[in-house]
C-alpha cells in the first residue's frame, strides 16, 4: 500500500444513513396516496423521514489552502477551504489576545446574496463556538466555502465541510460541533387525524431534497455541540414553528448529528490508518 502524503486527499462514503427519531418526528412526506397515514408513506427517493442521504467527504482537495475538505448529501456539494492562522493585513482589526475568526460563502453562480450573508452569519456563530481562539493571538483564521451544487440542506451540507476543513488545518478546537437540515410539513386538520400518535401536528423530514424543501412549511439548520448536547446555532426559513414542532426538530437534528459524528470518525481512522501504513 502506498503510504498517504500529508498533500493526498482522501475520500470516504457510505450508504443512506438512518436515524432513530420521536414518533412526532415520524411521518413522511405525502408520495403516495392521501389516505394513507403520513407515518406510513415514503418520501419520493424512496426514502423515510428519519434516513438521510448517502454522506461523502474528502479531505484536502485543495492543495494551495493550509486545510480544506469537501462534502456531499446526495447532490448537494460544498468545498471548504482555510487559510491561517495568519497575519491580518489590515491591524485595525487585530485582536491582541484572540484570533480574528471570517466566513465567506461563495454561491454556485453569481455574486453572494442575502442567502449567502444570512448562512455566513450561521457558520461564524457555529465556528466561533468550537476554535480555540486564544491560542492564536493576532491572527486571522480565514474559512472560504464555495457551493459547488445545490440539492436541499445546503446548510448543512456548508456547516459540515467548514468543520471538517478545520481540522484538516489541524486548528484548536473544544468540541464537535455538525449540522443537519430538518424540513417541517404542517399538517392539516385531515392529515393530523389519520397521523395517530403525531404530537407536533407537523412532518419532519431528515435532510430535505430541493423538491421536499419547496414542498415544506417551513426548513431548520441545527448545529448541535454533541459531547454538551447544546444547541449551537439555528438557521431557519419559511413559517413560524411552535415549541413542539421546534423541539422536535432540535432533537431530531441532536440524534442525527451523533450519527454522522460517527461517520467521521470512521472516515478520520481509515485515513490516519493509510498514513501510518
Request: with cysteine; proline share 4%; hydrophobic share 40%.
Amino acid at each position: 500500500t502506498q503510504p498517504l502524503s500529508l498533500s493526498r486527499s482522501c475520500f470516504c462514503s457510505c450508504s443512506t444513513i438512518r436515524v432513530p427519531m420521536a414518533t412526532s418526528a415520524a411521518a413522511a412526506a405525502s408520495s403516495s396516496s392521501s389516505s394513507m397515514p403520513p407515518a406510513k408513506r415514503r418520501r419520493l427517493d424512496g426514502r423515510e423521514s428519519n434516513q438521510m442521504r448517502p454522506p461523502m467527504l474528502e479531505l484536502r482537495p485543495l492543495q494551495k489552502s493550509d486545510g480544506s475538505a469537501r462534502f456531499k448529501l446526495g447532490n448537494s456539494c460544498v468545498v471548504a477551504g482555510v487559510f491561517g492562522p495568519r497575519d491580518i493585513k489590515n491591524r485595525g482589526r487585530e485582536i491582541f489576545d484572540r484570533a480574528v475568526l471570517d466566513v465567506v460563502v461563495r454561491p454556485r453562480i453569481g455574486i453572494a446574496g442575502p442567502f449567502e450573508r444570512e448562512l455566513e452569519a450561521h457558520l461564524l456563530r457555529q465556528l466561533d463556538h468550537i476554535v480555540l481562539h486564544q491560542e492564536y493571538p493576532r491572527t486571522q483564521i480565514l474559512v472560504v466555502l464555495q457551493i459547488k451544487s445545490t440539492d436541499g440542506s445546503v446548510g448543512a451540507v456548508a456547516g459540515n465541510a467548514a468543520f471538517l476543513a478545520l481540522l484538516d488545518a489541524g486548528i484548536a478546537m473544544r468540541a464537535t460541533v455538525l449540522s443537519v437540515s430538518i424540513g417541517v410539513r404542517l399538517l392539516s386538520a385531515e392529515e393530523e387525524a389519520l397521523a395517530a400518535g403525531s404530537k407536533s401536528g407537523a412532518v419532519l423530514l431528515l435532510d430535505p431534497n430541493e423538491i421536499e424543501e419547496t414542498d415544506c412549511d417551513s426548513v431548520v439548520t441545527v448545529s448541535v455541540d454533541s459531547r454538551r448536547q447544546q444547541l449551537v446555532s439555528s438557521l431557519s426559513s419559511g413559517e413560524a414553528l411552535d415549541a413542539i414542532a421546534w423541539s422536535g426538530c432540535v432533537e431530531a437534528g441532536s440524534k442525527a448529528c451523533k450519527v454522522l459524528e460517527a461517520f467521521f470518525r470512521m472516515s478520520l481512522e481509515r485515513r490516519a490508518k493509510d498514513f501510518l501504513q
